[in-house]
T-cell receptor, first 117, second 111 residues
Framework: ETGVTQSPTHLIKTRGQQVTLRCSSQ?????VSWYQQALGQGPQFIFQ???????GRGNFPPRFSGLQFPNYSSELNVNALELDDSALYLC????????????????FGPGTRLTVT | QKEVEQDPGPLSVPEGAIVSLNCTYS??????FMWYRQYSRKGPELLMY????GNKEDGRFTAQVDKSSKYISLFIRDSQPSDSATYLC???????????FGTGTLLAVQP
């Protein structure tokens, strides 16, 4: 069973630039959620994708957008980067429709550490 | 008030001690309660989850949920230095599929 993978591992961008982060879900999973984790904080929910559609969004501005592809992999795009966007970006996959824990049994990738200067 | 509150610690214990980690939550709609372990600069690793109230045991780990008091606990028996990490509680349920995380508790197990 292949776990969740993310790329790149680290990224340094300048304020105002745009960034794309990528995630491959665990095999057999059909749902991807993205989280932002600032230093010393717990992960904050950005949005979730199921069947290539956004399926819930947290309190993040529209410059945070995403995609899910037919193979369930996903991208997170952030436009007009701000200094406060510096964080660890985590992707988590889950299996919607699973009877007991459904979409809440989320398995995380290693994250992409984004630094905005 | 945050939906999930967690004491950030740090918590330092000697090897072999029983560790108790706790969270409180405010949203009565939450039905799923997760514990994740996160090593420094890594992604969170799912340790255990429970649905609704009750206990769940897995090896040295026991997760406990008391919905009447909105209290979530994780107990680690015979703690090991390899257990040193940040422990995150998370809750979910209701209209969305998102998990709400606490800030995490940093645990150090001293050899």
């Amino acid at each position: 069973e292949t776990g969740v993978t993310q790329s790149p591992t680290h990224l340094i961008k300048t304020r105002g630039q745009q960034v794309t982060l990528r995630c491959s879900s665990q095999s057999g999973h059909n749902t991807v959620s993205w989280y932002q984790q600032a230093l010393g904080q717990g992960p904050q929910f950005i949005f979730q994708y199921y069947r290539e559609e956004e399926n819930g969004r947290g309190n993040f501005p529209p410059r945070f957008s995403g995609l899910q592809f037919p193979n369930y992999s996903s991208e997170l795009n952030v436009n007009a980067l701000e200094l406060d966007d510096s964080a660890l970006y985590l992707c988590a996959s889950s299996l919607a429709g699973k009877r007991t824990s459904g979409p809440y049994e989320q398995y995380f990738g290693p994250g992409t550490r984004l630094t905005v200067t | 008030q945050k939906e999930v509150e967690q004491d950030p610690g740090p918590l330092s214990v000697p090897e072999g001690a029983i560790v108790s980690l706790n969270c409180t939550y405010s949203n009565s709609a939450f039905q799923y309660f997760m514990w994740y372990r996160q090593y420094s600069r890594k992604g969170p690793e799912l340790l255990m989850y429970t649905y609704s109230s009750g206990n769940k045991e897995d090896g040295r780990f026991t997760a406990q949920v008391d919905k009447s008091s909105k209290y979530i606990s994780l107990f680690i028996r015979d703690s090991q230095p390899s257990d040193s990490a940040t422990y995150l509680c998370a809750s979910g349920g209701g209209a969305t599929n998102k998990l709400i995380f606490g800030t995490g508790t940093l645990l150090a197990v001293q050899p």
